[in-house]
């Protein structure tokens, strides 16, 4: 039932577009999935933890879909896209994901953070330093200390020696 209902919508929107455009049918299928596993968390009163997931992904759903129905080319022609810096980026995300737990969510951000920024061409040290160190300070505290999200502490629980700023601080 599922298949033909995935069927009829290709065949309405036309299976040219779809085949133009592979990487917002992934995006598509990815947020699916992730809908799918969000909605399995456990529910509370109000705004649960799959409130955030859920609301990102329709919203990956719904500009990929617009992509996918304009069916428009893009101009940049896969043999004169440099793989390098995607690809260090990608292996830089899987150690990433694979570290944070021994590291923890502050010290693998705060190394994870300056080779992605550099491969964004952000070359200014001091623009890395303060990105790399600040932005995962203030992700800390605004789900640490607001939302009350736990985050991987690690073997060496470096978080801790954070000082608890007064939630009026954080605003």
Do not use: C
Not at 5 to 19: C, F, K, N, Q, Y
Not at 28 to 54: E, M, W
Not at 126 to 135: Q, R
């Amino acid at each position: 039932m599922v298949i033909q209902r995935v069927g009829a919508v290709l065949d309405r929107i036309g299976l040219e577009s779809v085949r133009s455009s592979p990487l917002s049918v992934f995006f598509i299928l990815f947020s699916a999935v992730v809908i799918f596993f969000a909605s399995q968390f456990p529910s509370s009163d109000g705004v649960g933890p799959s409130f955030f997931p859920i609301a990102v992904s329709l919203g990956i759903i719904f500009f990929a879909g617009i992509d996918v129905l304009t069916g428009s080319e893009t101009e940049l022609e896969i043999s004169e896209f440099d793989f390098k810096p995607a690809a260090v980026v990608a292996g830089v995300l899987v150690a990433y994901v694979l570290v944070m737990p021994l590291l923890g969510f502050l010290v693998s951000t705060m190394v994870f953070m300056p080779v992605v920024l550099y491969y964004s061409n952000i070359h200014s040290k001091l623009l890395l330093a303060v990105l790399s160190i600040g932005f995962p300070i203030a992700l800390f505290y605004i789900f640490g200390r607001i939302f009350l999200v736990r985050l991987p502490e690690g073997i060496i629980p470096v978080s801790r020696l954070l000082p608890q700023l007064p939630l009026v601080v954080t605003f």
